[in-house]
């Protein structure tokens, strides 16, 4: 760790932002080996699609879901809490993911997205993810993909 | 705190699972100052329901919430991972809801929950949650209402 002022906490706070920064440039240029470099083995994660929970496969997930993108990302996070203390940290905000498909449609969603961090090795890694939308209680079930901030 | 000679970690862990045990039970009591008494001030709830966030007006919504189901809630938590560091912890797993709804409906489904955590004077309050189903990737944009682990 480098030397600092900063209370501890302050310093993992800094260190994780900078996980998340680097874990949102990869996903923006869909580069996997860089994405997945952030992932600790026992990931668990609560995804957009099916099904209920992705954990080593999510990797395989991931290389098949940037083969249906055309082109670079958009993706920003908005509102993003980070805390951290002692070797445990997490991050939650709101997400928009722009692109075009290689089919030709657009994408424009807002999703929320928490992300649940262990220190081991003086490495900060991934070990939960949980991305989602809400749903409507109407009675269509439908997934509530057109919402903003 | 209790004396121990458990490792601080492991301790916090003990201490999470018991407030998520009674955060629990109160859920399937229906009881909303139980409820309520484990969310800190700063709670930022990302629900099945829309809107993508809500903050300290889900003690309303709870209460709106309570009010459409009749009798006590079965609320389980599965294959739960809880970790505890310094003065942050979380939690995830799977949940299972069922009842009987005040119009003679009944619901039972399985969703994704996390919850993060922060021991503030001694306490563990929850900061945030996130509770969610998937929704199907297949262009019908339908909430993912029938999974099971």
Redesign the interface.
Known sequence: MATTNRRP?EAGEAQVRRVIEDWSAAFRARDLERLWSHYAPEI?S????????HRSELRDELAAGFATWDGPLGFELR?L?V????????A?G?ARLRGKRSDGESTDL???V?V?L?RTAGRWKI??E?A??????DGS?????D???
């Open positions: 906490a668990r609560f995804d957009l699609a099916p099904p209920l929970e509102d809490a805390s951290a203390s002692g070797d445990l940290a997490f939650y709101l807002w999703y929320r928490t649940c262990r070990v939960h949980h989602s939308v809400p749903f409507y209680m079930f439908k997934a509530a993909v919402l903003e901030p």
